[in-house]
């Protein structure tokens, strides 16, 4: 069970957006900053954003994220079936604390 | 460029210690300005955070391992190692390290990993 609560699974059609969210509490994500990362198939999770809301050189703009309280939301626009992943949210509770995983699929 | 790469035994029998070492090229592990990390992932399962270390050999574990885990730096070739005593079926995982920047928290550099399987 993981401290960081997402949905398992999400899809939507290519050009849409999508949102993934985030819950946690007020030792995690309430008083930390979030992270989001994206695993494709068979390789390693990469930084899509940190501190909340900022993103790495090299990532696009189609990924955006906010925090709010105690919630995280990931959101990705214009989708490509290229985006079809795993994405965790993560955060700093006496440690790092991932959640449990999205499953992205793009119809 | 950072590069990490993770290295190791893939097969560990059960009870026995799991020993792993990250290869460090591009940064040293003597600098202040990172924490190192070994995350793992079950098959099919979420990443779970073991632990770092820092620099100067200070460490945190993830309380859940924290009485099986120890890590250690080998500053002379630039490596990262993880032990894990009394391994179980519930330790077969992808094991990765990974590089955090202290200041603004981005784990930015990962290895590709290592899958570790442990046998009966």
């Known amino acids: 069970q993981s401290v960081l609560t997402q949905p398992p699974s999400i899809s939507a059609a290519p050009g849409q957006k999508v949102t993934i969210s985030c819950s946690g509490g007020?030792?995690?994500?309430?008083?930390?900053?979030v992270s989001w990362f994206q695993q494709l198939p068979g390789t390693a999770p990469q930084v899509l954003i940190y501190?909340?809301?900022k993103r790495p050189s090299g990532i696009p703009d189609r990924f955006s994220a906010s925090k709010s309280g105690t919630s995280a939301t990931l959101g990705i626009t214009g989708l490509q079936t290229g985006d079809e992943a795993d994405y965790y949210c993560a955060t700093w509770d006496n440690g790092l604390v991932f959640g449990g995983g999205t499953k992205l699929t793009v119809l | 460029q950072v590069q990490l790469k993770e290295s190791g035994p893939g097969l560990v029998k059960s009870s026995e210690t799991l020993s792993l070492t990250c290869t460090v090229f591009g940064a040293s592990v003597t600098s202040g300005n990172y924490y190192w990390s070994w995350i793992r992932q079950p098959p099919g399962k979420a990443l779970e955070w073991i632990g770092y270390?820092?620099?100067?050999?200070?460490?945190l574990y993830n309380p859940s391992l924290k009485s099986r885990v120890t890590m250690a730096l080998d500053t002379s070739r630039n490596q990262v190692s993880l032990k894990q005593t009394s391994v179980t079926a519930a330790d077969t995982a992808v094991y990765y390290c990974?590089?955090?920047?202290?200041?603004?928290?981005?784990?930015?550099?990962w290895g590709q990993g290592t899958l570790v399987t442990v046998s009966s």
């Open positions: 270390i820092y620099y100067n050999g200070r460490t």
């Open positions: 501190d909340n809301d």
């Open positions: 007020s030792s995690n994500i309430g008083n930390n900053y």
């Open positions: 990974a590089r955090t920047t202290i200041v603004t928290k981005l784990l930015e550099f």
